[in-house]
């Protein structure tokens, strides 16, 4: 067994992830493991690399299905237009008051004179966050040239969860409306995930007086975004699906 969380959960995190990023995750994920030998799988439940092996193997066949991608597919493209104004407008401001500061002599991160490119609402969420703790780092600054940046930052904190809220209550409804084929797939994914972040985190705990070792257990082809990225380097075979493989 990959986890406890029930179906409901995982068919919201798989939801989240194209099938294709996936398996090829978990290739590379699952050769570096094997790679690693013993030392990991003796972190690991047994057998759990062969039964990650099996769940890879499982969504690389129902992402053939044609409901399930047609569904996977109108997922991702209702999540990248939910991204609303407010929050574009909001950075537009943000983006605005720091220039200024940065024509005043003072030092910005880059971050909060750009506008960035985010198209889906994690993306958007995630550069909002990092927008909002910025500015509290560099308030003391920004009011040297201009109004107190606190109402700034209420605002975006309000913006950041009406988004969230939002972004959660329209992913149940899509959820809620998809057929039983599409959240059995969804759910699928989301079990490959668990997996691979277990196998991760085993990753980090072996290899935690190595840092570069142990950051080559990470997620950066699952999390490429809009084009295609190179697997980490080395890149080992993925492992056959066999107990074998658990044991090593």
Known sequence: ?????????????????????????????????????????????ANFLAEAARVRDDVDKLRQDKTAMTAEARQATGTQNSAVREVKDWRRTVVSRCLRAVHAGLAMPDEL????????????????????????????????IGPDVAPLIESGSKLYQALDQADNTQEQTRS?????????????????????????????????KDPEASARYNLSLLYRRGHAAAAPEPTPPAPAPSPAVGNA
């Open 113 to 144: 004179t750009q506008m960035g490119n985010q198209r889906t609402v994690p993306d958007v969420l995630e550069a909002l966050s990092k927008t909002i703790r910025l500015l509290k780092e560099n308030a003391a600054a920004l009011a040297t």
């Open 1 to 45: 067994m990959i986890t406890n969380q029930p179906q409901a959960q995982l068919a919201a995190i798989g939801a989240r992830h194209r099938a294709a990023h996936l398996v090829q995750q978990a290739g590379y994920t699952l050769g570096i493991a094997a790679l690693a030998g013993t030392p990991l799988a003796g972190l690991l439940p």
């Open 176 to 208: 809620a409306q998809l057929p039983a084929a599409a959240i059995a797939f969804n759910a699928k994914k989301g079990e490959l995930y668990a997996a691979l972040k277990i196998i991760n985190e085993a990753g980090h705990e072996l290899f935690t």
